[in-house]
């Protein structure tokens, strides 16, 4: 080991601060209210949907594309399955919540 550098270990508090999961534990140990649990989950549901329709416009567009030989087309199709599936989990998750 004669010769082998070692790097400075960052301590742990800046390290979670970098990350932004400082910020979240407070936020989450916040929620003791049954109000601010649903209100998080729904903001967290919005985000989530509107980042899946943004998904699944362009796997439309990429999926209307003739140049797509059938395997590309099965990638594609099976993609935009998977994101139906993650909207139809997020409308469940807010509908037990609300």
Same mark, same amino acid.
């Given at each position: 080991?004669?010769?082998?550098?070692? $790097? !400075?270990?960052?301590?742990?508090?800046?390290?979670? %601060? *970098?990350?932004?999961?400082?910020? %979240?534990? +407070?936020?989450?140990?916040? @929620?003791?209210? !049954?109000?601010?649990?649903?209100?998080?989950?729904?903001?967290?549901?919005?985000? #989530?949907?509107?980042?899946?329709? *943004?998904?699944?416009?362009? #796997?439309? @567009?990429?999926?209307?594309?003739?140049?797509?030989? !059938? /395997?590309?087309?099965?990638?594609?199709?099976?993609? +935009?399955?998977?994101?139906?599936?993650?909207?139809? @989990?997020?409308?469940? @998750? $807010?509908? /037990?919540?609300?």
């Amino acid at each position: 080991m004669a010769g082998k550098k070692s $790097r !400075p270990k960052k301590s742990k508090k800046s390290s979670r %601060a *970098a990350s932004g999961r400082s910020s %979240a534990g +407070r936020r989450a140990r916040a @929620l003791k209210t !049954p109000a601010a649990t649903i209100q998080l989950v729904n903001a967290g549901a919005h985000d #989530l949907t509107n980042l899946a329709t *943004a998904v699944k416009a362009y #796997l439309e @567009l990429l999926g209307s594309q003739s140049t797509l030989d !059938p /395997k590309q087309k099965y990638y594609v199709d099976r993609a +935009r399955e998977q994101v139906e599936m993650m909207v139809d @989990l997020v409308r469940e @998750l $807010r509908e /037990k919540v609300a």
